[in-house]
């Protein structure tokens, strides 16, 4: 891979790293057992409408917003299927974990006035969204269903494209791999890899900078939240540990 990376690829990895936790596709939705017995009518109280999943800093972060996030990136990993998949503990977990460093590191930048995301790039990101959907009629059903519109979508995705541009400025000259870097793993793993060198160097290349890049993002998502205020308050939402 060369130096710099194409649109495409350099989004996927971002989403990646910007989680650090797998955002699983669970299992299908199963219809949910009927709440009342025939013939009697739903309870009028003791429904609840959201509850609060997190505090980041000043932000309070609600199920309903978690669960759309969750739906929009699962939708950008896997295509529209798996906008219907039930969404356990760890894909819960996971978009969790991707919220939390989202909103960290846009509102440093927000303090600082800094990255805003350009419109084209924005406009970009939602028509790549679109295509993932059969037509703008079935799009606007999946937002329905979630009781967002597409202000709250395009939102969703200006933060996530700030958020990598904001990770990506830290360390990705840190993150570059320098020839004799390659060509030394080459050297003590050509028995497995087989071909010549020139043949598997860009492959490598990238391999050994997706690595480095995954774990520059680590440490530097732990120095952002060693000075962040970060309350889990849902019981599937709080650190396990070891965690941040």
Do not use: C
């Not at 060369?2 to 299992?27: E, I, S």
């Not at 391999?207 to 680590?218: D, M, N, P, S």
Request: proline share 4%; no cysteine.
């Amino acid at each position: 891979m060369a130096a710099r990376l194409g649109r495409g690829t350099k989004t996927g990895l971002m989403v990646g790293w910007l989680a650090l936790a797998p955002l699983a596709v669970a299992r299908p939705v199963a219809p949910e057992p009927p709440s009342e017995s025939a013939g009697e009518a739903p309870a009028a109280e003791g429904r609840v409408i959201d509850r609060v999943v997190a505090v980041i800093g000043t932000q309070v972060l609600t199920l309903s917003e978690l669960e759309f996030e969750a739906r929009v990136t699962l939708v950008q990993r896997g295509g529209v299927r798996a906008a219907e998949v039930s969404l356990d503990e760890q894909t819960l977990r996971g978009a969790l974990e991707l919220a939390i460093n989202q909103r960290l590191l846009v509102a440093g930048a927000d303090r600082l006035q800094a990255f805003q995301a350009e419109r084209s790039e924005v406009e970009a990101r939602l028509r790549a969204f679109r295509d993932r959907f059969e037509d703008e009629t079935a799009l606007l059903a999946f937002l329905a269903r979630h009781d967002a519109d597409l202000e709250q979508l395009t939102a969703v995705l200006e933060r996530g494209v700030r958020a990598e541009r904001i990770l990506d400025s830290r360390i990705r000259l840190r993150a570059q791999v320098s020839e004799a870097e390659v060509r030394r793993y080459w050297e003590e793993h050509k028995g497995t890899l087989g071909g010549p060198y020139e043949a598997v160097r860009d492959t490598l290349k990238e391999k050994l900078f997706r690595e480095r890049y995954g774990q520059l993002a680590k440490e530097e998502f732990k120095l952002v939240r060693e000075s962040a205020r970060v309350r889990r308050v849902a019981p599937f939402a709080r650190a396990r540990e070891g965690e941040p």
